[in-house]
């Protein structure tokens, strides 16, 4: 029934920007919480941006603020994350979760970003 699915990752230089999407289907989507993680090989998933289900409040990791911003359009179903000023250190696979409190989390398949020059 759940099904989140992102895309619009890819390869872009330092300094660049990419905005990755996460369209879910199968749930209530304004009752969750979304939120973008990544995960490097050999490191540990982090949580990078969080936002509530009106989209009324965000939450950054200290290493992207001021270059990342979350976002979600309801009527669509979808979640933005806005990637700007990309360094080499964001290079991950961008995993797009859905939650709710005390409830399940449901997880996309990834989208990978890869920032070289």
């Known amino acids: 029934q759940m099904q989140l699915v992102e895309s619009g990752g890819g390869l872009v230089q330092p300094g660049g920007s990419l905005r990755l999407s996460c369209a879910a289907s199968?749930?209530?989507?304004?009752?969750?919480?979304m939120n973008w993680y990544r995960q490097a090989p050999g490191k540990e998933r982090e949580l990078v941006a969080s936002i509530t289900g009106d989209g009324g409040s965000t939450n950054y990791a200290d290493s992207v603020k001021g270059r990342f911003t979350i976002s979600r359009d309801n009527a669509k179903n979808t979640v933005y994350l806005q990637m700007n000023s990309l360094k080499p250190d964001d290079t991950a696979m961008y995993y797009c979760?859905?939650?709710?409190?005390?409830?399940?989390?449901?997880w996309g398949q990834g989208t990978q970003v890869t920032v070289s020059s």
């Open positions: 199968g749930l209530v989507f304004g009752l969750y919480a």
């Open positions: 979760k859905a939650g709710i409190y005390r409830g399940p989390n449901y």
